[in-house]
DNA sequence: TGCGTTACGGTTGAC
DNA sequence: CTGTCAACCGTAACG
């Protein structure tokens, strides 16, 4: 909103500091200019300062234009709609793919030049504001088109959610943790991530955050992690859900021996400090609101498996997680425990 | 004295 | 919702 009041220059003339004049000095300063009255006088006539006059009659000869430039806002818009268009193709045809691999992509394509190629980050930015929800709504979409068949128990996971192993030669992108099995080539699986049965799907917590608002997606992340002095690596990629004031992080990473991909989770109780007491616990078994328990590797539990890990935790009061209970029961003998 | 240029403090709007 | 950043603004001063 343009303040009631300006300031006054020293010819005693009214201006809004950082505001263009009005367009109609503008106007009349062009106008007195084209009827020969010099500028110094255009200005005192006006109570413009001369650079003003200078400037507003130096663009005029130039641009033909008496209006000001456009104030504000920033340079021209990378992310057009044809490469927003451009990555949700990419994305669609690989849903793991990197945004650095989606700009080499653009790139290489011929989207973009080098002058207007997106950045990395923004390049993330499109994919989690426009295109994040991507995978969901194709499987959402595809729920919608018919009875789906369940998964079969001797299906293993793998082909959902597999990830490179450092043997997968040409799609390497995450290194191998210590302690974490390597796969011999044959076995290593391309790469499906965030894949169109999410993990939100499996472990049921999008029935969740559909039923509780405090069930949300917090953070995807990798790295390590500190759990009562130990370090512990948090695999690639993991989801982080804030269930009330609680942190349950979700991974997907590990690929047995026998081709069951193992689901990772852990939680932290409310009164742990969040991304600083993570507990990592066997797939197929219960979260815990103790943060006792730990597992630092890999589990493995056989298919018809109840679920619970040398090292599981004390289960508090379980909570069915409804949607999982109802599509992959037979595949996901998961349960979780209230916090 | 006239005028082009520049430093300065300010506003704006996309990201 | 807020901060950042780079565009622009007019004034004042300099040469």
Redesign the pocket.
């Known amino acids: ?2 303040p009631a009041f300006g ?1 006054v ?3 005693g ?1 009214v ?1 809004v ?5 009005p367009n109609a000095i ?1 106007l009349r300063i062009v106008e007195l200019a084209q009827l020969g009255i ?3 006088d255009i200005s005192r006539q006006l109570r ?5 006059v ?5 663009r005029y000869n130039e641009t033909g234009s008496i209006l ?8 021209p ?1 990378v ?1 057009t709609p044809t490469v927003v268009k451009h990555i949700r193709t990419y994305k669609q045809r690989d849903p793991g793919i990197f945004a650095w691999e989606i700009r080499d992509r653009l790139l290489a394509d011929g989207v973009c030049d080098k002058f207007n190629l997106p950045s990395v980050s ?1 390049i993330s930015r499109i994919l989690r504001n426009k295109i994040g929800n991507l995978s969901q709504q194709s499987h959402y979409e595809s729920s919608k088109q018919g009875p789906h068949p369940q998964p079969q128990p001797t299906l293993p996971y793998n082909h959902l959610y597999s990830y490179p192993t450092p043997i997968a030669a040409t799609g390497t992108k995450v290194a191998t943790p210590p302690g974490m099995p390597t796969l011999p080539g044959h076995m290593a699986m391309h790469r499906i991530w965030p894949s169109s049965h999410s993990v939100t799907d499996i472990l049921g917590i999008r029935s969740i955050t559909e039923q509780q608002s405090t069930v949300r997606p917090v953070k995807v992340c990798e790295g390590f992690c500190v759990y009562h002095d130990i370090l512990m690596f948090i695999s690639t990629p993991c989801v982080i859900y804030l269930f009330g004031t609680s942190l349950i992080l979700i991974t997907l990473y590990f690929q047995t021996p026998n081709g069951l991909l193992t689901v990772n989770s852990c939680v932290t109780a409310p009164s742990i400090p969040p991304y600083h007491h993570l507990t990592q616990v066997s797939p197929y078994m219960a979260y815990s609101g103790t943060t006792s328990a730990y597992v630092t590797g890999p589990t493995w539990l056989p298919p018809s498996g109840s679920a619970l890990s040398p090292h599981s935790c004390d289960i508090t009061a379980p909570l069915a997680f409804k949607s999982m209970a109802a599509t992959r029961d037979s595949v996901h003998p998961v349960t979780a425990s209230a916090l």
């Open positions: 909103m343009e300031e220059n020293q010819l003339g201006f500091n950082g505001r263009p004049l503008r010099r500028p110094c413009v300062s001369h650079g003003c200078s400037k507003i009659l130096a000001p430039g456009a104030i504000g806002g920033s340079k818009r992310t923004s």
